[in-house]
Structures are given as C-alpha cells and as structure tokens.
C-alpha cells in the first residue's frame, strides 16, 4: 500500500470513530423511561391527581409515635434562638431627602415658555 492510501484508510477509521463515540454520548435525545415523559392529555392529567390522592392517603395512615417528646435526650436540647431588638419602623415619608424628616416639601414652581414658529 502506498503511503497516500493508508493515511486515507485512518482518516476514514478516525471519521467513523468519532461518529460513533458522537451517538453514543449525545445521540439520544428521546426520554429515557416513560416515567421521565409528561403527558398533555387530560388523561394524563387525571392520571397524576390519582398518584397524588394516593400519596395524601399514604401520609394520612402515617402516625407519629408521641413519647419522642417526653425522651430525655428531647428535653435536654437547648434552643440558641435570640430575640430580635425592636427597631424602627420607616419613615414618615419614605421619598422625602435623606435628612428631611418632618418638614413640607413645596415641589418647586417652574414657569413653562412657549414660542411660537
């Protein structure tokens, strides 16, 4: 074989190489379960209202052992919680300039001119 022709034969085996690592990795483009798709019908609608009303009966059946409460290592937790310090609330006119509290603002008169052409 000449030269020319194997560097032919290993761009081809390259080309088709890179061609298949490509639909391996990103050549599937569809859901991978039908679990993962979301129907539009109303039927698949109505389909998911049951799983949720079935899911609401599960957690209605669940019941919470009450004497957790009264354990020892229950009472023994401290809580680090700090109050929070009254503050003020706004002021009395929020737009108003930073240092004007409780003074009238007269909005500045302005004389309009008109020309005429």
Do not use: H
Not at 4 to 16: D, G, L, N, T, Y
Request: cysteine-free; overall charge negative.
């Amino acid at each position: 074989m000449t030269q020319k022709i194997k560097q032919i034969i290993i761009a081809a085996v390259i080309i088709i190489v890179a061609f298949v690592g490509f639909k391996m990795f990103f050549g599937n483009d569809g859901p991978a379960d039908e679990a993962l798709a979301v129907e539009n019908t109303a039927t698949g609608q109505f389909i998911d209202g049951q799983a949720i009303l079935v899911l609401l009966g599960r957690l209605n059946q669940v019941k919470l052992d009450e004497s957790i409460f009264s354990s020892s290592v229950f009472t023994s937790l401290e809580s680090f919680e700090k109050p929070i310090e009254e503050q003020a609330i706004s002021r009395n006119n929020p737009f108003a300039p930073i240092g004007v509290e409780n003074q009238i603002i007269k909005p500045a008169t302005t004389t309009a001119t008109t020309t005429r052409r």
